[in-house]
């Protein structure tokens, strides 16, 4: 795992690419220009690494395009010590984004064999401020809550109540919401039972799954 000169010099390119398409948190912007997208991928898509594009990793999943982890994560209004619940951990690299914005993080994931390669990787990196789960994150992630923020980055057909459930009040949940595409969501918990929403652009997601995938 190395990170180069060329590495860096592409990073740069993507936050400036990042910026004009809308995104001004520079919170964000320098945590995207510091964390190396090519190691969450296989070697197979170092050249694609920066591109503003989503990419395979294996079990049909997908990392996330730069521009959707940039847009929830400033959606998210992340601030330092707060402790965050992420929805679908697949390569890491989102988590790795609220981490280095100092948040604390708990993610949960559904299959097995991503969970167990994204444990490796963060041991290898040395990345600490992230804990990882194998599990369904329908339910959220009870003996931890509540969490000043839940991020989802699965396209659900609804919220489920649990999660909702599960953030602090005055706490903000980001989700995608949307069978074939997505609407982004922004939630936040107003008094216990009272939440507000708001909607933005429209995104493209893989789907939120109940139950999980042992690997075989
Ligand atoms: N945040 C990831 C994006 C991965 S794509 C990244 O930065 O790479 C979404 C992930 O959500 C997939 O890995 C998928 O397996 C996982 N997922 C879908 N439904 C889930 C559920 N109910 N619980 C936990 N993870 C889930």
């Known amino acids: 795992m190395k990170d180069t000169y060329y590495h860096k010099g592409m990073r740069k390119k993507l936050v400036q690419q990042l910026k004009s398409k809308g995104i001004e ?14 190691f969450f991928l296989d070697n197979a898509f170092e ?13 049909e ?28 951990t697949g390569s890491g690299y989102q988590a790795c984004v609220l ?25 290898k990196m040395g990345v600490k401020n992230v804990r990882c789960y194998f599990g369904d994150g329908y339910k959220g992630l009870p003996k931890k809550a509540p969490f000043d923020k ?15 459930e599960q953030l602090k009040i005055k706490g903000k949940m980001v989700a995608p919401v949307g069978e074939k595409t997505q609407e982004m969501y922004q939630i936040t918990r107003v008094a216990e039972g009272e939440f507000i929403f708001q909607v933005y652009g429209k995104f493209k997601f893989v789907p939120f799954k109940r139950g999980v995938n042992k690997k075989k």
């Open 61 to 88: 999943q997908t990392i996330s395009q730069p521009y959707t982890v940039a847009f929830q994560t400033q959606l998210l209004e992340v601030k330092q010590g707060e402790k965050i619940l992420e929805i679908g």
């Open 99 to 123: 981490a280095a914005m100092g948040a604390k993080v708990y993610s949960i994931e559904r299959q097995e064999a991503l969970h167990l390669w994204t444990v490796e990787l963060f041991h």
């Open 47 to 59: 050249e694609l690494a920066y591109e503003d594009q989503a990419l395979p990793i294996g079990n």
């Open 150 to 164: 839940i991020l989802l980055t699965a396209g659900a057909k609804e919220i489920p109540e649990q999660l909702k």
């Open 25 to 38: 948190d520079q919170r964000v912007l320098e945590a995207i220009g510091a964390i190396p997208r090519h």
